[in-house]
Structures are given as C-alpha cells and as structure tokens.
T-cell receptor, first 108, second 115 residues
Framework: QVVVTQEPSLTVSPGGTVTLTCGSSTETVTSGQFAFWFQQKPGQVPRTLIYDTNNKHSWTPARFSGSLLGGKAALTLSGAQPEDEAVYYC?????????FGGGTKLTV | EVQVVESGGDLVKPGGSLRLSCAASGFNFDNAWMNWVRQAPGKGLEWVARTHSRISGGTTAYAAPVKGRFTISTDNSKNTLFLQMNSLQVDDTGIYYCSLGGGYGGQGTLVTVSS
C-alpha cells in the first residue's frame, strides 16, 4: 500500500516563497509519477494547478510552479498572495493506481 | 473552453446502486486518461478509479475500498465518463468529481449513503 506524504501545514508571509513537497513511501518520485497538484479553498471545488509534474493550465497563476526536488514532487509558490491560502493536494500515479497525499494547509 | 458536468448523485440506502455521469465538451475525449475522485465530508481527496478513453483492455483500475463494487467506463460517442456504483456503503458518502486528462473537472455530484 503506497503512502504519499505531504507537510500537514505550512505558513508563508505575503510576498514570500514556499515549497510544498510530495513524497512516496515506495520509491523516489520521478516524472513517471506524473505528479498533479490541486488547490482547494474553503467551501470550493478543488482545481488542478499543475499536471504531469510541471505543466500549468491557463488558469494557473504564474507564481506557481511544479518540479522534482530531492526525490519528491514539489510545488513552489513565489510571491505568495492572501488568496493563495488553501489546502494543496498532490496526486501520484503508479502502475495500477493513483494516490493522493493527505494535503498541506497553507497559511499566508 | 472545456466544460465538465458531473451528475447522478443522490441519497441511497446501504446496499443500493447509483450511476454517475461526467459529460465533457471542448475536450478531446478520444485519447485521455480519466479518473473519478471523491471527498468525504470534512476529509481530503481520495482517488477512486481510472480508465483510458482509447486503450482497450486492462486499463481500468480501482482503489482498494471500491474494487469489485464500482465500474468505470466511457461512451466516447457522447463524450461521457461513467461510474457504476453497486453495494454502496455509508463510507462511500461524499462528493464525487471526475478528472479528465490534465485535470479538467466540474463541480462534483453528491452521493449520500444512509438508511
């Protein structure tokens, strides 16, 4: 049973930079896990910010970026805004299944 | 512009069945991975099932809690993804979202399993 781990909570100052990570219990995260990052604000539907490790949608603010860092998937927010306060979930793909992390509550 | 609408959620008794639909427009349904994801009240996101719209045979997969009870399928001619849910349990209660391709999704549909 794969477990995907995220920081339970992080705090960033307005205008600051923060990196959220997404690790796998069974292996180093690579591009083969096609990491997704979702943002969910209170009372709202989750929306995809990043797919396939580092690809953005048209609605993804430029201050968000995805990468691989130290054997994990990473979501970096550069120049945090108050509206970025949300829970962020990562999703990793394995041969048969996909697994979500528990989410990181980001406070700005 | 891609638009996705989930439907079919309802209140159902334990042991009952539901069929969820996910209709997409403006999305290339012909060649994409598609997923169902759910969120129980007050909880995080949980992956439920995945399939591919073109690759036939052996491309469906399910999370352990739903394996053997849920079936994911597509109707490419109608740009629609389905989730047939049988033997529903109280723990299946939540909002169900489809996630198409690079993560296109809708507002979700609420499934409540209660006696």
């Amino acid at each position: 049973q794969v477990v995907v781990t995220q920081e339970p909570s992080l705090t960033v100052s307005p205008g600051g930079t923060v990196t959220l990570t997404c690790g796998s219990s069974t292996e180093t995260v690579t591009s083969g896990q096609f990491a997704f990052w979702f943002q969910q604000k209170p009372g709202q539907v989750p929306r995809t910010l990043i797919y396939d490790t580092n690809n953005k949608h048209s609605w993804t603010p430029a201050r968000f970026s995805g990468s691989l860092l130290g054997g994990k998937a990473a979501l970096t927010l550069s120049g945090a805004q108050p509206e970025d306060e949300a829970v962020y979930y990562c999703l990793l793909s394995y041969s048969d299944v996909r697994v979500f992390g528990g989410g990181t509550k980001l406070t700005v | 512009e891609v638009q996705v609408v989930e439907s079919g959620g309802d209140l159902v008794k334990p042991g009952g069945s539901l069929r969820l639909s996910c209709a997409a427009s403006g999305f290339n349904f012909d060649n994409a991975w598609m997923n169902w994801v759910r969120q129980a009240p007050g909880k995080g996101l949980e992956w439920v099932a995945r399939t591919h719209s073109r690759i036939s045979g052996g491309t469906t997969a399910y999370a352990a809690p739903v394996k053997g009870r849920f079936t994911i399928s597509t109707d490419n001619s109608k740009n629609t993804l389905f989730l047939q849910m049988n033997s529903l349990q109280v723990d299946d209660t939540g909002i169900y979202y489809c996630s198409l391709g690079g993560g296109y999704g809708g507002q979700g549909t609420l499934v409540t399993v209660s006696s």
